[in-house]
T-cell receptor, first 112, second 115 residues
Framework: GQQLNQSPQSMFIQEGEDVSMNCTSSSIFNTWLWYKQDPGEGPVLLIALYKAGELTSNGRLTAQFGITRKDSFLNISASIPSDVGIYFCAGIPTSGTYKYIFGTGTRLKVLA | EAGVTQSPTHLIKTRGQQATLRCSPISGHTSVYWYQQALGLGLQFLLWYDEGEERNRGNFPPRFSGRQFPNYSSELNVNALELEDSALYLC??????????????FGPGTRLTVT
């Protein structure tokens, strides 16, 4: 199936550091969503973006809808151990099929 | 407010059998989506139901099917199970016809193991 390219695939960081990850596509998207998934659980919605250039925050998390509409970024500031998990981006392409496409995921590990 | 619920939590079947997975959406949500997540991989879109009808399906064979009931709960059926069907099956729900209707909320998933 079709998937978005997400990078990095995984990262180890020290507690307190800032984290950046991104999601790119060859297609134009109408909507970008960012999710976090803990082991054995369903993804939890973190941030939703609806307009190109939009910058939205949720606590220590900030996400941006790229101007080209082909990418999105997620930043986590001052990471803490509970930030550990897999972060997925998801997008709805402009084709109008209402079919969500998910990224390959970024696995984050925070070292205390 | 109760979130999306799924049952059973775990399901073990043998190859060739049929599996039935169930999902109850958040109250007020009319759209239900099913995804397959194989171990260590991303989410693959399976099916989308809204107002009782199948609206879209992903690139999966016809032995993956489902339905949505009048109360908007949904069932996913997988016939003639194969070993590679082993995965976490996630259900999500969303509103329709509202500006934030694109936001999907996921259940905890059903872990299907085919032996």
């Amino acid at each position: 199936g079709q998937q978005l390219n997400q990078s990095p695939q995984s990262m180890f960081i020290q507690e307190g550091e800032d984290v950046s990850m991104n999601c790119t596509s060859s297609s134009i998207f109408n909507t970008w969503l960012w999710y976090k998934q803990d082991p054995g659980e369903g993804p939890v919605l973190l941030i939703a973006l609806y307009k190109a250039g939009e910058l939205t925050s949720n606590g220590r998390l900030t996400a941006q809808f790229g101007i080209t509409r082909k990418d999105s970024f997620l930043n986590i500031s001052a990471s803490i151990p509970s930030d550990v998990g897999i972060y997925f981006c998801a997008g709805i392409p402009t084709s109008g099929t209402y079919k969500y496409i998910f990224g390959t995921g970024t696995r984050l590990k925070v070292l205390a | 407010e109760a979130g999306v619920t799924q049952s059973p939590t775990h399901l073990i079947k043998t190859r060739g059998q049929q599996a039935t997975l169930r999902c109850s959406p958040i109250s007020g949500h009319t759209s239900v989506y099913w995804y397959q997540q194989a171990l260590g991989l991303g989410l693959q879109f399976l099916l989308w139901y809204d107002e009782g009808e199948e609206r879209n399906r992903g690139n999966f064979p016809p032995r993956f099917s489902g339905r949505q009931f009048p109360n908007y709960s949904s069932e996913l059926n997988v016939n003639a199970l194969e070993l590679e069907d082993s995965a976490l099956y996630l259900c999500a729900s969303s509103l329709r016809g509202t500006p934030d209707s694109y936001e999907q909320y996921f259940g905890p998933g059903t872990r299907l193991t085919v032996t």
